[in-house]
């Protein structure tokens, strides 16, 4: 059983910042990929970041400059320190991992979610 647990999201004013953090926990043969997706209310689930195994990153052109994610894999935890808050930010954010299991199956897992409310 592979689980991620997200945590850090709360209510921020607009320019302040937060940082998410998605712990895995379970048994795995390897962690590929990680990332941060964000849902707002009547919208679809967009990507916001993902992270490989190796540290390559990528971010939506929306956060550039002002959300990094970052992963550390003794720890199986991934990250999103979120800068410079908009309104436009406010979501459920959501943390997702591309995982291989022993025996060779690979699966894409997701945490339960965690709220972003971003005050103008």
């Known amino acids: 059983q592979v689980q991620l647990v997200e945590s850090g999201g709360g209510l921020v004013q607009a320019g302040g910042s937060l940082r998410l953090s998605c712990a895995a926990s379970g048994s795995w043969f390897s962690i590929n990929d990680m990332g941060w997706y964000r849902q707002a209310p009547g919208t679809q689930r967009e990507l916001v970041a993902t992270?490989?195994?190796?540290?390559?990153?990528n971010h939506r052109d929306s956060v550039k400059g002002r959300f990094t994610i970052s992963r550390d894999n003794a720890k199986n935890t991934v990250y999103l320190q979120m800068s410079s808050l908009k309104p436009e930010d406010t979501a459920v954010y959501y943390c997702?991992?591309?995982?291989?299991?022993?025996?060779?199956?690979?699966?894409?897992?997701w945490g339960q979610g965690t709220q972003v409310t971003v005050s103008s």
């Open positions: 997702n991992a591309d995982i291989k299991r022993y025996g060779g199956m690979r699966s894409n897992y």
């Open positions: 992270i490989t195994s190796g540290g390559n990153t």
